[in-house]
Every structure is written in C-alpha cells, then in structure tokens.
C-alpha cells in the first residue's frame, strides 16, 4: 500500500519552458494507492505530462486534490478500481483501460473528461465550468465535457451513470468565443477524422443521465446571437471508421436515459433549445448498430415471452384431443358461455 498526504507542488515553468520531469506522482504495477489532501500546478503548455500518472495499478483513492490550469492533470494508462472523492481537476483522462471509475463530487474546469476501458463509469455531483480560449490556453474551451477517447478507439465498452450535473461558464467572458453554439454532456462520437485504431469501436452500452442544470448566468457578455442548444448525448457520426473500408465495427449503445434536463438564468431575448439525444443523419450507414440486435417488437431475436416460451414447452402428445361431440351438445343446449 501506498499513502501519499498533504502534497502541495508549485511550478514555476512556463509554456515556452520545460523541467526534466513534469509528473508529480507516478504509480505503475502497485495496488493499495491513497493520495489524500494535495493541490498541484499543471504544466502551463499546450502538451505534455500529467501531474498524476498511473499505469497497470489496482485500487487508487485520490480525494480532496486540487489542480488546474495547462495540460492536464489526470492521465491513466490501465487502472481497476478509481475512486475519487470531494476533487477539482480541469482534466480526467484516460488513454487506455479504465475499469471501473467511481467519482464523487467532482469539479471540473477547464478542459474536460476522456473515457477508454469498461465495466462501469460513476460520476455523482458534477459541475462544469466552461472558461475561454487563447492560442497558449491554460484554460481551454471545448463544447462538450465528456467523450470517449478518439486516438483510442474512442472503445468504452462500459456502463455510464451520470447522477446530478451543474455545467456553468465563467462571468465576464468577452463576446462569444466560439462558432458553435451548442454544448454536448456526453459526446460518445467526435467530428474529428478517425484512423483505424486496429480494433472495434465499442461504444457504452448503457448510458444512464439524470438531473442535469445549464447555468446561463455566466455568459451575460459573451452570449451568442442565437438560441442556444444544450444536449445531454450526442453522436456527430455515426461510425467511428467506415466499416465497409475498414472493416471496425462501431458498436452503438443499446440504452440512453436521460431523466431531468433544465436550464436556469437563460437570456430573456433568447432560448436554450434541450436536446435529450442528438443522432446523426448518416445513422443508416451504421449497418452494424448496438450489440444487443432487436426485433420489431422490442424483443431480442431468439428470446421469447414467457406465454410462448411455457407453449412451445408442451409437447404434441399432451396437447388436448379434438371433441367432435361438444358441437352437437352446443347446438342443442345453446352457447356453454353466456
């Protein structure tokens, strides 16, 4: 077991400069890793290390870390078990292999959150807060918060429960920053070009949203012309690579709830426009759909409900034999049902 507490780390590299190392903590091949109490800074560049990397390792806890500004400050290479408690980070990324990622009360602000792996993904108590862009960011913008990673596959074969979302943008942004004016909470396929990864895009199968709150307070100067769409899934194409040239297979969810969508504080003038599921119009080129194929009538091919299931158990000798007598005693005494 590992226990680290009460780490604070201050940088004092700027973007144009770099330490020999930028990790602050680094695990590989451990089990048993505690990181309680920590504030840490980020490298201020465009690119480069995480303040928190782990590989191949089993169990972290990482509760009450503060970090934000520049790169990022989680990045994982294959963990079983993340549990994060009470955090602010302006990034959690994983490249590779996350299973089972558990997150309460978390914050994030500045750049945004990356899946790959499996099993189950929880985040309870979310909040968001979108800030500016600038050509060194320290703080980025992005228009959406969670995606799946894309130089990976985007494979997150892994149900998603997100329970209790604030997303809110910065007061006193300049006037708006950015063409799109739409925000995604979930975008399970990006508008960037896929190469082929080597392997199938295995989409969340379940993904499950509730009780989610755009807070328009923020964006008093920096509002758009226009009305303004929030939507809690998105998919922007409908296949990760062409399946006819390349043979990968992008396996869409089988189930999206989204349960309780709001906005607040939104411009008299204007409309926040809420989208519970955004699908692409090339969805029919998606020939392979979700894992779980359905029937016409909502059913799995192959499964039965329970009447046909008991019918098709009994066997012809026990089926009822014909009686030819029952339609001469209805004849003469009338119907057997009135």
């Not at 004092?12 to 089990?31: K, N, P």
């Not at 074969?157 to 995604?184: C, E, H, K, Q």
């Not at 989610?212 to 964006?219: E, P, Q, R, S, T």
């Not at 020939?287 to 909502?298: D, E, H, M, Q």
């Amino acid at each position: 077991m590992v226990r680290i507490k009460n780490l604070v780390h201050t940088s004092w590299q700027t973007a144009s400069t770099s330490l020999e190392s930028r990790v602050v903590i680094s695990a590989r091949e451990v089990f048993d890793v505690f990181c309680e109490y920590g504030e840490t800074t980020c490298h201020p560049a465009e690119n480069g290390s995480y303040v928190i990397c782990i590989r191949d390792t089993c169990n972290v806890h990482i509760d009450n870390y503060y970090g934000l500004h520049g790169w990022g400050f989680q990045g994982h290479h294959g963990i079983k078990g993340l549990y994060g408690n009470r955090n602010t980070f302006n990034r959690v990324d994983f490249h590779s292999f996350g299973y089972d990622v558990f997150f309460k009360d978390l914050t994030v602000k500045g750049r945004q959150i990356n899946l790959q792996g499996g099993n189950e993904w929880s985040i309870e108590k979310l909040r968001l807060y979108i800030t500016r862009t600038s050509g060194d960011a320290v703080e980025y913008f992005l228009n959406y918060a969670i995606g799946m990673r894309q130089d990976y596959a985007s494979d997150c074969d892994g149900i998603l429960n997100i329970d209790g979302v604030t997303v809110m943008w910065d007061r006193g942004l300049p006037a708006w920053y950015n063409t799109t004016r739409s925000f995604d909470l979930v975008r399970i396929i990006d508008s960037a070009n896929s190469l082929d990864q080597g392997i199938d895009s295995k989409l969340p199968p379940t993904i499950t949203i509730r009780n989610i709150v755009f807070d328009l307070a923020g964006i008093q100067t920096g509002r758009p012309n226009d009305n303004f769409e929030f939507c809690a899934v998105t998919a922007l194409r409908s296949q990760f690579t062409d399946y006819a040239v390349t043979g990968r297979k992008t396996l869409l969810p089988d189930n999206i709830t989204v349960d309780g969508m709001t906005a607040i504080n939104v411009q008299p003038i204007q409309n926040a426009v809420m989208c519970g599921i955004k699908l692409p119009a090339d969805l029919y080129q998606n020939t392979v759909g979700s894992r779980n194929k359905r029937a016409a009538t909502g059913r799995t091919p192959g499964s039965h409900c329970a009447t046909c299931t008991a019918l098709s158990t009994i066997r012809p000798s026990s089926w009822p034999q014909p009686r030819p007598s029952i339609f001469r005693e209805t004849r003469q005494t009338g119907p057997l049902i009135t």
